[in-house]
Each structure stands twice: as C-alpha cells, then as structure tokens.
C-alpha cells in the first residue's frame, strides 16, 4: 500500500513562508498529475495546485503568485513553496495524485498543519 507522509508544515506570521514536501513510497514517474490539497476547519478538502510529469502547473486562484508547486520524481517527492501567506491559508495540507482528473486517489497521509497566525 502506497504510503504519502507530508511534512514542513508549522506556525507562521501573515507574510511569512513554509516549504511543504511530501515523500511517496510509490514512483510517482509514471503518475501525469500530482496535486497538493488542504482542508481548513469546517471545510471540504480543497485542490490548490497541480504538476503535471511534463511540469505543467495550475494553481486555486486564491494561491496564485504565492505558491509554487514542483516534483521530484527521481525522489518520489512533491514540493509545495508558499509565500505571503495569509491567515486564511491555515489549513492540514496534503499531497496526493489528481484525483479529479485521474478519478483515483492513494490513501491520504495524515497531512501537516499549517497555521498562519501573529
């Protein structure tokens, strides 16, 4: 069973960054779409961006200029770079194959908390 373990995630002051990586015991080599997901208090989990293996990359609107996703499949590892975070941002992250576009998922990790707060 594939394992997905998130990590990087912290408190953190509006304006201030995090890099979150997520290391798969599976290739992600062959996988056309990873993706980053968070789930705030209350809420559905949310996709926030994606990589393609051909490096392609889409982002939420909400994330756009201030995260930077990218992959490592050499390592199995996805990487999520944030900057100017903002409050609203705080949320568990996780990582995970697009699961709306491949219509299939690994089973989540139990994700990194990320806490945006003064």
């Known amino acids: 069973q594939v394992q997905l373990v998130e990590s990087g995630g912290g408190l953190v002051q509006p304006g201030g960054s995090l890099r979150l990586s997520c290391a798969a015991s599976?290739?992600?080599?062959?996988?056309?779409?990873m993706g980053w997901y968070r789930q705030a208090p209350g809420k559905q989990r949310q996709l926030v961006a994606t990589?393609?293996?051909?490096?392609?990359?889409n982002y939420e609107d909400s994330v756009k200029g201030r995260f930077t996703i990218s992959r490592d499949n050499a390592k199995n590892t996805l990487l999520l770079q944030m900057n100017s975070l903002i409050p609203e941002d705080t949320a568990v992250y996780y990582c995970?194959?697009?699961?709306?576009?491949?219509?299939?998922?690994?089973?989540w990790g139990q994700g990194t908390q990320v806490t945006v707060s003064s």
């Open positions: 990589i393609t293996n051909g490096g392609t990359t």
């Open positions: 995970n194959v697009e699961r709306e576009r491949l219509g299939w998922a690994w089973p």
């Open positions: 599976a290739s992600i080599h062959s996988i056309y779409s």
